[in-house]
C-alpha cells in the first residue's frame, strides 16, 4: 500500500495497492507492476496523465496477449481462446474458451505430431534397413495411427466449427413480408424496444441485430427490413 503524489505539486492523488510479477511468472513473462486505485474517471485519468508524463504510454489493444504469446507463454490457439472468452455468448462457450486457453488444442496437436514421429522413424527404418525385417512395425503402427489419429482430428475439427455456436451465436434471421410484424417479434423476444414499431410499410430501412440467450444458446438475432 502506498499514495500516488503528484510530482509537480507533491499533493497525494490516491491510496494505491501496488503489485510486482517478476518475469517469467507474468502474464506476458516480463516484469509486471500493476497498480489498483479507487475507481473514478477524474481520479483514474489523473493517475493515468502523472504516469504518461513519467514515461509511461496506454497499451495498445490486445497488446499484452501479444507479448505473452510472442514470449513464448501461450501460442496462437491460446490467444485467439482469450478473445473468445470475451466474446462468448453462454455458459458453454465460457467453458471451450477456458479450456482452450488452458492449451487443450496445443497438448492434442503436440501429442499427434509425437505419434506422427514415431511412424515416421518406423517407416524410415524399414526402408534404410530391409534386411532386419522391421516392415512389419511400420505397418502394423502405420494402420493404427491412420485410423486412431488421422480420423479423429477430423472429427475434432468438424466439432471445433459446431462448438463456435456457443461462443459466436447462431445466427437467426427474422424474415418475411413488409409489415408482418418481425420488428414487434424481435421486441416481443428481447422484451424491450429494441425496433421501431408503426403501420408505415418499410419502417425498418437497416438491419438490427441483437443477442438473446434461450435454455443457454446464444442467439444473435437479425430484423430484416
Do not use: C
Amino acid at each position: 500500500m502506498g499514495y500516488i503524489r503528484d510530482p509537480e505539486s507533491t499533493r497525494i492523488i490516491d491510496e494505491v495497492l501496488v503489485s510486482f510479477m517478476a518475469e517469467p511468472n507474468s502474464y506476458t513473462r516480463e516484469d509486471v507492476f500493476e497498480i489498483n486505485s479507487h475507481s473514478g474517471y477524474a481520479l483514474l485519468s489523473g493517475i493515468m496523465t502523472i504516469l504518461m508524463n513519467l514515461g509511461a504510454r496506454m497499451a495498445e489493444p490486445g497488446e499484452f496477449t501479444k507479448r505473452a504469446f510472442l514470449n513464448g507463454r501461450i501460442d496462437l490457439s491460446q490467444a485467439e481462446a482469450v478473445v473468445d472468452l470475451m466474446n462468448a455468448q453462454s455458459e458453454r462457450g465460457l467453458v471451450l474458451a477456458a479450456q482452450q486457453i488452458q492449451g487443450s488444442i496445443k497438448r492434442d496437436t503436440e501429442t499427434l505430431r509425437e505419434k506422427a514421429i514415431h511412424i515416421l522413424a518406423n517407416a524410415e527404418a524399414a526402408i534404410d534397413f530391409p534386411e532386419d525385417d522391421v516392415e512389419h512395425l511400420f505397418r502394423n503402427d502405420g494402420a493404427e495411427f491412420i485410423e486412431k489419429n488421422l480420423v479423429h482430428p477430423i472429427h475434432t475439427l468438424i466439432r471445433s466449427h459446431a462448438d463456435r455456436m456457443w461462443i459466436d451465436g447462431v445466427h437467426t434471421v427474422i424474415a418475411g413480408r413488409v409489415n408482418a410484424g418481425k420488428s414487434s417479434l424481435l421486441n416481443r423476444l428481447l422484451n424491450e424496444t429494441r425496433a421501431i414499431v408503426t403501420n408505415i410499410p418499410g419502417t425498418t430501412r437497416d438491419v438490427i441485430e441483437s443477442t438473446l440467450n434461450i435454455s443457454g444458446i446464444p442467439l444473435r438475432i437479425m430484423d430484416t427490413a
